[in-house]
T-cell receptor, first 111, second 114 residues
Framework: TQLLEQSPQFLSIQEGENLTVYCNSS?????LQWYRQEPGEGPVLLVT???GGEVKKLKRLTFQFGDARKDSSLHITAAQPGDTGLYLC???????????WGAGTKLIIKP | NAGVTQTPKFQVLKTGQSMTLQCAQD?????MSWYRQDPGMGLRLIHY???????DQGEVPNGYNVSRSTTEDFPLRLLSAAPSQTSVYFC?????????????FGPGTRLTVT
């Protein structure tokens, strides 16, 4: 059974601090996606990484796909209250239509 | 574009009642899915469709039916509601085949079964 474990489950930090959240598995994925979900809304896609070792930057957010394509990280620089939300990772394996979802990291940025 | 729309936003059912959750997308996406989200469990796939007339079961299909008569619409039917179906339901569409398969989500339906 493929699993994606996200850590930490919960993180509360002050505005301006840096943070990293992780998405780990023992399985290899063809691609890995990160989403952010705000209360009462659906998840919104942030990025997709497909190549081992790939690094993508989205303003203050940096996403990395592990060399072996089994793990990924999301680093936020100088966090802002607008970054608050539930961060979800999802992995795709080959041509399977069933994405594997992590349980999420709930992030709170305090002003 | 409205993207993915879902109705209703909130619903309360009594055990044994049936209802249909509506989902529509105006992006001409071929692939559509229904998920449920429960605290601490991430998103679980209920049913999905790879095109009009073609549907398949996901991880947790029991108690739910779907149909896809058009590209735009993908309703989810609860045949006889049970308290275990209390959850938040999300419809999603994708323009891509796996593995890219990026999901565009609707705003969700919060369902409570008493």
């Amino acid at each position: 059974t493929q699993l994606l474990e996200q850590s930490p489950q919960f993180l509360s930090i002050q505005e301006g601090e840096n943070l990293t959240v992780y998405c780990n598995s023992s399985s290899v994925f063809s691609s890995l996606q990160w989403y952010r979900q705000e209360p009462g809304e659906g998840p919104v896609l942030l990025v997709t990484v497909v190549t081992g070792g790939e690094v993508k930057k989205l303003k203050r957010l940096t996403f990395q796909f592990g060399d072996a394509r089994k793990d990924s990280s999301l680093h936020i620089t100088a966090a802002q209250p607008g970054d608050t939300g539930l961060y979800l990772c999802a992995g795709a394996a080959g041509s399977n239509y069933q994405l594997i979802w992590g349980a999420g990291t709930k992030l709170i940025i305090k002003p | 574009n409205a993207g993915v729309t879902q109705t209703p936003k909130f619903q309360v059912l009594k055990t044994g009642q049936s209802m249909t959750l509506q989902c529509a997308q105006d992006m001409n996406h071929e692939y559509m899915s229904w998920y449920r989200q429960d605290p601490g469990m991430g998103l679980r796939l209920i049913h999905y469709s790879v095109g009009a007339g073609i549907t398949d079961q996901g991880e947790v299909p029991n108690g739910y039916n779907v149909s896809r008569s058009t590209t735009e619409d993908f309703p989810l039917r609860l045949l006889s509601a049970a308290p275990s179906q209390t959850s938040v339901y999300f419809c999603a569409s994708s323009p891509d085949l796996p593995p890219r398969y990026e999901q565009y989500f609707g705003p969700g339906t919060r369902l409570t079964v008493t």
